[in-house]
């Protein structure tokens, strides 16, 4: 393979004298838009086609790059034609992009792994064995068989673990340096046993002593693909082994990227690396087992001694990874929630999978969106270098979108000098959007360079603070940690409100300068219920008291916006217990003052399709006031979709009583699947449900580091009553606002290029654009396009234009009638 290559560049321009690629020599890093690429279909083609390289590089010349994966670390197979078809295409046209698309999470552990050692990997807490175990065996005698699972995988669960087995030190901690790797077969819970295919993956089967050998399930992810492998973890915690030449999981990683990209490294023509779903923080963990990232046998979920150990390990690994890469070569990671990167210091940008999210497809966190590219745009290593890919899912697939939700997300681009890529692709397999090519004139980067900064025309409109001064009286709270500021309350009179707030934050002490923390702004109508900062909660098996549960993160969450059957609610997602241990209920708790007129109480109810089947779920509220606890709401939902309720609460009105919000599973006492959710609960005033908007959660968010950065919150239809506003902030360390407005207005857009203009609309109702107010003496002609030929049909247009709901327009200069 590597003769191969070798032999095909000896006939390809070679790259610039100096070592590596020269960004700034990209058409896509120029200031000119719209800047696109190819996202991942290259890849494929490559790999799966049996056609020439040239008849390939002809169908991705239209815009100005690529990026696949090139490696077989999740897909196997996706080397053997790629690393050649996209060293060839980095050659032939060198102002094009080239990037390589990598799993930062975990790798098939056939590909390359000779230099890992076993404690490398993140694992389960796991167990020991009761009786020895023979090299022959493959019956393990364990003292927790519940540890170890034979339905894992994203196909419907058909997979199995992968175990290590290794022995434990004199002080009883698991030593990695002997081990073994086994592949579960079965699980015999009643007997205590596992039988397991040993001596996997290079290893050799030993004799394991009962007392003193270690068994974990790894933590694993995928597959990817019908015929890819599970993938194994990698520990990144600062708190993780250390192999026999004291190098951790992160250093192993860094060298591999140091060899596939140096000077004769298969990689070494390519602009650099994109890493695919690389978290913040370590996932997989669920009731009966969790992460152990310290190796210490416990479950720690990444958290050692109150630090985030694993989080300060993906940084040391990225800046591992900019050390040995130079500043030559873009690295990039996911950033499209909460829980993706923020390794500002060493990143170039992101990518938003899915923009503003993966299952956003109303643009409903359009804040959310603009908000992280703005941020990575001001704050990331230069030069800065952020996409959006295009792409929704629903149920784990791919949906299709209106094109107007295309165009939004394309403006959403334009707006924060973002590139764009697309797996979503246009119909009859166009190779391109019209509104990234100037339609039939197929020009790219046609807009030219921007005129100046977008403008946000909701900040164009009053104040409805009136400049007073600003609120200071940040609070910490006790139970998160994290500070919070009470904003003036504010009363729209129209639909919409946009909130722009610029200000500034110490850094947190265990990360360091230049890592921003995370920040929401959090909107509340009155007697709302359902908040992000969860309430007080238990669970409670058949005959049992209740008691806090075991790993309440895998039972309660909060859901800024979950859509069951195209209806959306905020919302706590609750499970009822499940498994070996009993099943049971679920209730939490909220303690509030009953209003003394009409009071009642309207929320919804709602069951989320499972992998596997439900017989539903039974949800109960519970009045409890003083020594009496009285039910006033119970039902047995089966259907995957939300459901509207009213219980009147006159019998406590004027009263301060506790609101129990109880789930259950179905009459056949089957937890399975039951994945439940309580939504939109309002205590009402009045006796008339509170109207909110479903599709724009109530909590947005940004980032906020030591420098001023001015970020907006645009909430649809929330008005015209009174809302009130909390800005909350992670971590205790000082913040500072620096200025704060309101607005009752939609946060409409509008940016100006050389040649055209972007307008976009991101309300649910239609705003009109005054052209001529905007830009005066500018003619503007519609694009001639193939996809819309109604929105794109070449036409002039008048001095003012409507953008329907949710919807983006990309005008071009038109040259003055009679010119």
């Known amino acids: 393979m590597r003769l191969f290559i070798a032999l095909s560049l000896l006939v390809l321009p070679l790259?610039?004298?100096?070592?590596?690629?020269?960004?700034?020599?990209?058409?896509i890093m120029k200031d000119e838009y719209p800047r696109a690429f190819y996202f991942r279909r290259p890849e494929g083609l490559a790999a799966r086609?049996?056609?020439?390289?040239?008849?390939?590089?002809?169908?991705?010349?239209?815009?100005?790059?690529?990026?696949?994966?090139?490696?077989?670390?999740?897909?196997?197979?996706?080397?053997?034609?790629?690393?050649?078809?996209?060293?060839?295409?980095?050659?032939?046209?060198?102002?094009?992009?080239?990037?390589?698309?990598?799993?930062?999470?975990?790798?098939?552990?056939?590909?390359?792994?000779?230099?890992?050692?076993?404690?490398?990997?993140?694992?389960?807490?796991?167990?020991?064995?009761?009786?020895?175990?023979?090299?022959?065996?493959?019956?393990?005698?364990?003292?927790?068989?519940?540890?170890?699972?034979?339905?894992?995988?994203?196909?419907?669960?058909?997979?199995?673990?992968?175990?290590?087995?290794?022995?434990?030190?004199?002080?009883?901690?698991?030593?990695?340096?002997?081990?073994?790797?086994?592949?579960?077969?079965?699980?015999?819970?009643?007997?205590?046993?596992?039988?397991?295919?040993?001596?996997?993956?290079?290893?050799?089967?030993?004799?394991?002593?009962?007392?003193?050998?270690?068994?974990?399930?790894?933590?694993?992810?995928?597959?990817?693909?019908?015929?890819?492998?599970?993938?194994?973890?990698?520990?990144?915690?600062?708190?993780?082994?250390?192999?026999?030449?004291?190098?951790?999981?992160?250093?192993?990683?860094?060298?591999?990227?140091?060899?596939?990209f140096g000077e004769g490294g298969p990689l070494a023509a390519f602009d650099g690396v994109e890493f695919d779903v690389l978290s913040r923080r370590p996932h997989g963990g669920n009731r009966f087992r969790g992460i152990d990232t310290d190796a210490d046998g416990r479950r720690d979920e990444g958290v050692v001694n109150g630090r985030h150990t694993y989080e300060a390990g993906v940084l040391r690994f990225l800046a591992l990874l900019r050390a040995r890469l130079g500043e030559d070569r873009l690295i990039l990671a996911d950033g499209h929630g909460e829980l993706n990167q923020r390794a500002v210091p060493y990143l170039n940008g992101i990518e938003s999978e899915g923009w503003p999210s993966l299952?956003?497809?109303?643009?409903?966190?359009?804040?959310?969106?603009?908000?992280?590219?703005?941020?990575?745009?001001?704050?990331?290593?230069?030069?800065?270098?952020?996409?959006?890919?295009?792409?929704?899912?629903r149920g784990g697939s791919m949906v299709e979108v209106p094109l107007n939700i295309t165009r939004l997300v394309m403006a959403g681009a334009l707006m924060t000098d973002s590139a764009f890529t697309f797996a979503l692709w246009p119909e009859n397999n166009a190779r391109v959007w019209d509104e990234l090519v100037m339609g039939e004139e197929q020009r790219p980067r046609w807009l030219g360079k921007p005129l100046g900064a977008p403008r946000a025309l909701a900040l164009e409109t009053p104040d409805l603070w009136g400049g007073r001064n600003l609120p200071a009286e940040w609070v910490t709270d006790a139970k998160t940690g994290h500070v919070s500021l009470k904003l003036p309350r504010v009363e729209p009179g129209t639909r919409d409100l946009t909130v722009c707030c610029t200000f500034r934050g110490a850094p947190l002490?265990?990360?360091?300068s230049g890592v921003p923390r995370l920040a929401h702004l959090r909107a509340m109508l009155s007697g709302q219920l359902i908040v992000p900062a969860l309430p007080a909660f238990a669970t409670a098996l058949r005959g049992g008291e209740e008691q806090a549960p075991v790993d309440p993160d895998s039972l309660v969450r909060y859901w800024p916006s979950q859509d069951l059957g195209g209806e959306r609610h905020e919302a706590y997602f609750t499970h009822p217990p499940y498994g070996p241990r009993g099943t049971g209920y679920l209730v939490w708790e909220r303690t509030v003052e009953v209003p003394s007129e009409k009071p009642a109480l309207f929320f919804y109810t709602g069951l989320r399709k499972a992998p596997n089947p439900s017989d539903g779920v039974v949800f109960r509220i519970e009045v409890r006031s003083g020594e009496e606890t009285t039910e006033v709401f119970n039902?047995?939902?089966?259907?995957?979709?939300?459901?509207?309720?009213?219980?009147?609460?006159?019998?406590?009105?004027?009263?301060?009583?506790?609101?129990?919000?109880i789930t259950d599973c179905g009459p056949a006492d089957n937890p399975g699947s039951d994945h439940a959710f309580w939504g939109d609960i309002f205590l009402a005033t009045d006796g008339r449900r509170p109207q909110r908007p479903g599709e724009t959660p109530g909590t947005l968010m940004t980032w906020v580091n030591d420098r001023p950065f001015t970020s907006r919150f645009y909430f649809r239809d929330i008005g015209p009553g009174p809302v009130d506003l909390l800005l909350e902030v992670e971590g205790d360390g000082p913040v500072h606002l620096d200025a704060l407005s309101a607005h009752a207005a939609t946060d409409a857009m509008v940016r100006e290029f050389e040649h055209g203009v972007v307008l976009a609309n991101p309300a649910r109702q239609p705003y009109t654009f005054a052209l001529e107010s905007l830009f005066p003496g500018v003619p503007f002609r519609r694009l001639r396009g193939a996809q819309d030929r109604v929105v794109n049909n070449g036409a002039r247009v008048g001095t003012t234009v409507t953008l329907p709901p949710r919807d983006a327009l990309f005008l071009v200069k038109a040259a003055p009638p009679g010119a």
């Open 15 to 27: 790259l610039p004298a100096s070592a590596g690629p020269q960004l700034d020599a990209l058409n």
């Open 49 to 260: 086609s049996q056609g020439t390289y040239e008849a390939w590089e002809q169908t991705f010349l239209s815009l100005d790059g690529i990026i696949g994966k090139c490696l077989d670390e999740e897909l196997p197979g996706r080397s053997r034609r790629n690393i050649d078809f996209f060293t060839r295409y980095k050659h032939r046209n060198l102002e094009k992009l080239v990037l390589l698309h990598f799993n930062g999470n975990s790798r098939d552990p056939r590909f390359e792994t000779g230099g890992y050692f076993a404690g490398h990997w993140l694992y389960f807490n796991g167990c020991g064995l009761r009786r020895d175990a023979k090299a022959d065996s493959s019956v393990l005698h364990v003292t927790d068989p519940a540890l170890f699972s034979t339905r894992v995988g994203r196909l419907q669960g058909n997979r199995t673990d992968d175990i290590g087995i290794c022995r434990l030190d004199a002080d009883g901690r698991p030593d990695w340096s002997v081990a073994e790797q086994v592949s579960l077969l079965s699980v015999d819970k009643a007997a205590g046993t596992i039988t397991v295919r040993r001596g996997m993956l290079g290893t050799k089967p030993r004799q394991w002593p009962a007392g003193q050998t270690y068994v974990a399930a790894h933590v694993m992810e995928g597959p990817w693909g019908a015929k890819s492998n599970m993938l194994w973890s990698y520990n990144y915690a600062t708190a993780s082994p250390k192999d026999g030449e004291g190098k951790q999981c992160a250093d192993r990683l860094a060298d591999d990227f140091a060899r596939w």
């Open 359 to 393: 299952h956003d497809e109303v643009i409903g966190d359009w804040s959310g969106g603009l908000n992280r590219h703005d941020f990575w745009r001001a704050n990331a290593r230069k030069p800065a270098f952020s996409y959006i890919n295009h792409k929704f899912l």
């Open 509 to 512: 002490p265990e990360f360091g």
């Open 635 to 661: 039902t047995h939902h089966t259907d995957f979709a939300w459901k509207a309720h009213e219980v009147a609460l006159t019998p406590w009105a004027g009263q301060e009583v506790t609101l129990r919000f």
